[in-house]
């Protein structure tokens, strides 16, 4: 899916380390949410409440991944999934472009 149509955007940016990570939350008529974003080069952690499913839309992402000792590396057209109630790091060299969808569980 390239687009999502009948859908809310919230104004206002979700903007993380000195504007380096931001993302816009866009919110759908059956409550599902999603934040698109950009993460620009540079290593952050950050926790997350609910599981979230991370893809890249463009880019490289290098996640580690909570559970896991070794970094991997996803890129335009992968994802990956983060439990809920856990941390994660995320790596990018350029500028990576992502969507993220949060599952209630």
């Known amino acids: 899916m390239d687009r999502f149509e009948q859908v809310a955007v919230v104004k206002k940016a979700n903007v993380y ?16 949410r999603k934040t698109l974003g950009i993460i620009l080069p540079g290593q952050y952690s950050f926790g997350t409440a609910e599981k979230e499913h991370m893809e ?24 990956f999934d983060v439990p809920a109630n856990s941390r994660f790091e995320v790596e990018a060299d350029g500028v990576c472009d992502y969507c993220c969808s949060y599952i209630a569980e």
């Open 56 to 79: 890249i839309l463009g880019g490289v992402l290098r996640a580690l991944l909570p559970g896991e000792s070794a970094w991997r590396a996803f890129a335009e057209g992968q994802a």
């Open 17 to 32: 380390y000195e504007g380096k990570v931001t993302s816009r939350t866009v919110l759908f008529a059956d409550g599902t």
